[in-house]
């Protein structure tokens, strides 16, 4: 049996099991533009950091002060929303910092 062959009915016997029904974008098209338009050099680690679902600090700090803010508006007792709010704060304080930095770290590389 060839190779071919055999990772074929490898492929048809995961399918027949339902091996493949809930992977993430299942019926989607894969769209390989975002890759090829990275760097040669860097697309294998693009792809396992978006495989492995990383995001940067600043992208998760986003999205937790988004989370924060809904939580704060649906929230009707007023000691968890000043808990909430320090939170915010604290969350939106370190947000500015990181963007700060990586202002100073680009003009850096501009004007060294």
């Known amino acids: 049996m060839s190779f071919e062959k055999f990772i074929e009915e490898q492929i048809q016997k995961a399918i027949a099991e339902g091996k493949f029904d809930n992977l993430k974008g299942a019926g989607k098209p894969v769209n390989l533009d975002e890759y090829f338009a990275a760097p040669e050099d860097v ?4 792809s396992l950091l978006k495989h492995h679902e990383f995001v940067p600090q600043e992208v998760e700090l986003l999205r ?9 508006n649906c929230t009707a007792d007023e000691e968890e929303k000043k808990a909430l709010s320090r939170v915010l704060n604290e969350k939106s304080m370190a947000l500015a910092m990181i ?8 003009r850096k590389k501009l004007f060294p």
């Open 43 to 46: 697309r294998a680690m693009y």
């Open 99 to 106: 963007l700060e930095r990586n202002k100073l770290k680009k």
């Open 64 to 72: 937790e002060i988004g989370e924060l803010k809904e939580k704060i």
